[in-house]
Protein backbone atom coordinates (compact mmCIF):
# COMPACT_ATOMS: atom_id res chain seq x y z
CA UNK A 1 0.00 0.00 0.00
CA UNK A 2 1.11 3.32 -0.93
CA UNK A 3 0.58 6.11 1.70
CA UNK A 4 0.84 10.21 1.25
CA UNK A 5 0.45 11.29 4.64
CA UNK A 6 -0.66 15.36 4.95
CA UNK A 7 -1.38 16.78 8.46
CA UNK A 8 -5.21 17.69 7.37
CA UNK A 9 -4.85 21.13 9.47
CA UNK A 10 -6.44 23.62 8.91
CA UNK A 11 -2.90 25.92 9.08
CA UNK A 12 -4.16 28.84 9.86
CA UNK A 13 -1.76 31.85 8.57
CA UNK A 14 -2.16 35.51 8.56
CA UNK A 15 -2.38 37.31 5.34
CA UNK A 16 1.69 38.34 4.08
CA UNK A 17 2.87 35.43 6.06
CA UNK A 18 5.24 32.04 5.07
CA UNK A 19 2.69 28.98 4.97
CA UNK A 20 4.01 25.95 5.06
CA UNK A 21 2.83 22.55 3.98
CA UNK A 22 4.69 18.94 4.51
CA UNK A 23 4.12 15.71 2.94
CA UNK A 24 5.79 12.30 3.68
CA UNK A 25 5.68 9.56 1.65
CA UNK A 26 6.03 5.72 2.39
CA UNK A 27 7.49 3.79 -1.07
CA UNK A 28 11.53 5.23 -1.66
CA UNK A 29 11.04 4.24 -5.17
CA UNK A 30 8.65 7.20 -5.99
CA UNK A 31 9.32 9.11 -8.87
CA UNK A 32 7.39 12.34 -9.41
CA UNK A 33 5.82 14.83 -7.11
CA UNK A 34 3.31 17.33 -7.05
CA UNK A 35 1.28 19.97 -5.38
CA UNK A 36 -2.26 20.34 -5.81
CA UNK A 37 -4.53 23.01 -4.53
CA UNK A 38 -8.41 22.32 -4.67
CA UNK A 39 -10.57 25.13 -3.70
CA UNK A 40 -14.29 23.59 -2.14
CA UNK A 41 -16.24 22.01 -4.55
CA UNK A 42 -13.84 22.18 -7.84
CA UNK A 43 -11.28 19.81 -9.05
CA UNK A 44 -7.45 20.19 -8.01
CA UNK A 45 -5.33 22.38 -10.02
CA UNK A 46 -1.41 21.80 -10.53
CA UNK A 47 0.73 24.09 -8.89
CA UNK A 48 4.11 22.78 -8.74
CA UNK A 49 5.87 19.45 -9.70
CA UNK A 50 9.48 18.32 -8.51
CA UNK A 51 11.12 15.33 -9.17
CA UNK A 52 14.55 15.99 -7.72
CA UNK A 53 15.89 17.02 -4.63
CA UNK A 54 16.64 20.42 -3.37
CA UNK A 55 14.12 23.68 -4.30
CA UNK A 56 11.96 24.67 -6.80
CA UNK A 57 10.63 28.13 -7.18
CA UNK A 58 7.95 29.28 -9.06
CA UNK A 59 6.61 32.94 -8.01
CA UNK A 60 5.72 32.99 -4.33
CA UNK A 61 5.66 28.90 -4.48
CA UNK A 62 8.60 26.89 -3.17
CA UNK A 63 8.52 23.60 -3.39
CA UNK A 64 11.26 21.29 -1.67
CA UNK A 65 12.30 17.38 -1.94
CA UNK A 66 14.58 15.42 0.07
CA UNK A 67 14.04 11.63 -1.41
CA UNK A 68 16.32 10.24 1.78
CA UNK A 69 13.76 11.76 4.57
CA UNK A 70 10.81 10.60 1.98
CA UNK A 71 9.03 14.18 1.97
CA UNK A 72 7.74 17.06 0.07
CA UNK A 73 7.10 20.33 1.06
CA UNK A 74 5.56 23.59 -0.15
CA UNK A 75 5.84 27.22 1.08
CA UNK A 76 3.90 29.70 -0.03
CA UNK A 77 5.42 33.16 0.22
CA UNK A 78 3.48 36.16 1.04
CA UNK A 79 0.22 34.28 1.94
CA UNK A 80 -2.90 35.75 0.47
CA UNK A 81 -6.95 35.25 0.95
CA UNK A 82 -7.43 33.70 -2.22
CA UNK A 83 -4.71 31.08 -1.16
CA UNK A 84 -7.19 29.64 1.33
CA UNK A 85 -7.83 26.03 -0.63
CA UNK A 86 -6.94 22.52 0.33
CA UNK A 87 -3.60 21.51 -0.34
CA UNK A 88 -2.92 17.80 -1.81
CA UNK A 89 0.04 16.26 -2.07
CA UNK A 90 0.42 13.62 -4.81
CA UNK A 91 3.08 11.05 -5.39
CA UNK A 92 3.94 8.91 -8.71
CA UNK A 93 4.50 5.02 -9.20
CA UNK A 94 5.07 3.25 -11.54
CA UNK A 95 5.44 6.07 -14.31
CA UNK A 96 2.16 6.59 -14.05
CA UNK A 97 -0.38 6.36 -10.84
CA UNK A 98 -1.00 9.09 -8.63
CA UNK A 99 -1.38 8.65 -4.95
CA UNK A 100 -3.00 11.68 -3.25
CA UNK A 101 -2.47 13.09 0.42
CA UNK A 102 -5.62 13.34 2.38
CA UNK A 103 -4.68 16.95 1.69
CA UNK A 104 -4.09 20.30 4.18
CA UNK A 105 -6.30 22.69 4.56
CA UNK A 106 -4.95 26.28 4.54
CA UNK A 107 -6.87 29.17 5.71
CA UNK A 108 -5.24 32.68 5.13
CA UNK A 109 -6.69 35.18 7.37
CA UNK A 110 -6.86 39.10 6.31
CA UNK B 1 -1.44 23.59 -20.13
CA UNK B 2 -4.05 21.02 -21.36
CA UNK B 3 -7.12 21.23 -21.17
CA UNK B 4 -9.97 18.22 -20.17
CA UNK B 5 -13.79 18.39 -19.70
CA UNK B 6 -16.29 16.50 -18.15
CA UNK B 7 -20.08 15.89 -19.13
CA UNK B 8 -22.07 16.91 -17.03
CA UNK B 9 -20.95 18.70 -14.01
CA UNK B 10 -23.55 17.90 -12.09
CA UNK B 11 -26.55 15.34 -12.44
CA UNK B 12 -29.47 13.67 -9.65
CA UNK B 13 -31.13 10.25 -10.67
CA UNK B 14 -32.79 7.72 -9.05
CA UNK B 15 -31.35 4.60 -7.11
CA UNK B 16 -31.47 1.81 -9.71
CA UNK B 17 -30.57 3.67 -12.65
CA UNK B 18 -27.15 4.24 -14.48
CA UNK B 19 -25.46 7.26 -15.24
CA UNK B 20 -22.85 8.09 -17.73
CA UNK B 21 -20.25 10.76 -17.46
CA UNK B 22 -18.47 11.81 -20.28
CA UNK B 23 -14.51 13.21 -19.78
CA UNK B 24 -12.71 14.48 -22.86
CA UNK B 25 -9.14 15.82 -23.45
CA UNK B 26 -9.47 19.08 -25.55
CA UNK B 27 -6.62 19.97 -26.98
CA UNK B 28 -4.28 17.24 -27.15
CA UNK B 29 -4.79 13.23 -27.47
CA UNK B 30 -4.81 11.14 -24.21
CA UNK B 31 -4.14 7.46 -24.83
CA UNK B 32 -4.63 7.04 -20.99
CA UNK B 33 -7.42 8.90 -18.82
CA UNK B 34 -7.85 8.61 -15.17
CA UNK B 35 -10.75 7.95 -12.73
CA UNK B 36 -11.25 9.46 -8.78
CA UNK B 37 -14.09 9.81 -6.52
CA UNK B 38 -13.65 12.15 -3.76
CA UNK B 39 -16.25 11.85 -0.58
CA UNK B 40 -16.63 14.79 1.44
CA UNK B 41 -13.62 16.37 3.37
CA UNK B 42 -11.89 12.90 1.99
CA UNK B 43 -9.26 13.28 -0.71
CA UNK B 44 -9.11 11.69 -4.20
CA UNK B 45 -9.02 8.20 -4.65
CA UNK B 46 -8.14 6.13 -7.92
CA UNK B 47 -10.78 4.01 -9.16
CA UNK B 48 -9.36 2.99 -12.46
CA UNK B 49 -7.03 3.31 -14.94
CA UNK B 50 -8.66 3.98 -18.77
CA UNK B 51 -6.54 3.07 -21.96
CA UNK B 52 -7.56 3.96 -24.89
CA UNK B 53 -8.47 0.97 -27.31
CA UNK B 54 -8.12 -1.58 -24.51
CA UNK B 55 -9.48 -2.89 -21.48
CA UNK B 56 -9.19 -0.34 -18.24
CA UNK B 57 -7.69 -1.18 -15.17
CA UNK B 58 -9.47 -1.03 -11.96
CA UNK B 59 -8.32 -0.37 -8.36
CA UNK B 60 -8.36 -2.92 -5.79
CA UNK B 61 -12.22 -2.81 -4.33
CA UNK B 62 -13.61 -1.10 -6.87
CA UNK B 63 -16.37 -3.06 -8.63
CA UNK B 64 -15.81 -3.16 -12.57
CA UNK B 65 -19.18 -4.35 -13.21
CA UNK B 66 -20.47 -1.50 -11.74
CA UNK B 67 -18.29 1.63 -12.75
CA UNK B 68 -18.05 0.72 -16.66
CA UNK B 69 -15.23 2.58 -18.11
CA UNK B 70 -14.94 2.82 -21.97
CA UNK B 71 -12.36 4.64 -24.04
CA UNK B 72 -13.20 4.47 -27.53
CA UNK B 73 -10.98 7.34 -28.55
CA UNK B 74 -8.09 9.34 -28.03
CA UNK B 75 -9.98 12.14 -26.90
CA UNK B 76 -12.58 10.80 -25.15
CA UNK B 77 -13.33 8.45 -22.01
CA UNK B 78 -17.33 7.54 -20.35
CA UNK B 79 -17.97 6.23 -16.86
CA UNK B 80 -21.30 5.25 -16.29
CA UNK B 81 -22.46 3.90 -13.03
CA UNK B 82 -25.04 1.30 -13.23
CA UNK B 83 -27.86 0.73 -10.86
CA UNK B 84 -26.66 3.56 -9.01
CA UNK B 85 -27.36 3.78 -4.98
CA UNK B 86 -27.24 6.50 -2.77
CA UNK B 87 -23.47 5.49 -1.37
CA UNK B 88 -22.73 6.23 -5.12
CA UNK B 89 -23.28 9.94 -4.82
CA UNK B 90 -19.56 11.36 -4.58
CA UNK B 91 -17.78 14.11 -6.70
CA UNK B 92 -16.25 11.97 -9.43
CA UNK B 93 -13.44 13.21 -11.57
CA UNK B 94 -11.42 12.41 -14.79
CA UNK B 95 -7.74 13.25 -15.45
CA UNK B 96 -5.71 12.72 -18.59
CA UNK B 97 -1.83 12.89 -19.64
CA UNK B 98 -0.07 14.43 -22.43
CA UNK B 99 2.68 12.00 -23.83
CA UNK B 100 3.39 14.08 -26.46
CA UNK B 101 4.03 17.13 -24.12
CA UNK B 102 7.35 17.93 -22.14
CA UNK B 103 5.17 17.91 -19.30
CA UNK B 104 4.23 14.87 -20.21
CA UNK B 105 4.41 13.32 -16.80
CA UNK B 106 1.64 15.65 -15.47
CA UNK B 107 -2.03 15.28 -15.23
CA UNK B 108 -4.74 17.58 -15.69
CA UNK B 109 -7.39 17.19 -14.21
CA UNK B 110 -11.30 17.69 -15.63
CA UNK B 111 -14.02 20.17 -13.40
CA UNK B 112 -15.53 16.90 -12.13
CA UNK B 113 -19.03 15.71 -11.87
CA UNK B 114 -20.81 15.41 -8.80
CA UNK B 115 -23.78 12.89 -8.98
CA UNK B 116 -26.68 12.46 -6.35
CA UNK B 117 -28.34 10.03 -5.95
CA UNK B 118 -32.00 9.78 -4.68
Known amino acids: QKEVEQNSGPLSVPEGAIASLNCTYS??????FFWYRQYSGKSPELIMS????GDKEDGRFTAQLNKASQYVSLLIRDSQPSDSATYLC??????????FGSGTKLNVKP | GAVVSQHPSWVICKSGTSVKIECRSL??????MFWYRQFPKQSLMLMAT?????????EQGVEKDKFLINHASLTLSTLTVTSAHPEDSSFYIC??????????????FGPGTRLTVL
Open chain 2, 95 to 108: SARDWASPAYNEQF
Open chain 1, 27 to 32: DRVSQS
Open chain 1, 50 to 53: IYSN
Open chain 1, 90 to 99: AVVYNFNKFY
Open chain 2, 27 to 32: DFQATT
Open chain 2, 50 to 58: SNEGSKATY
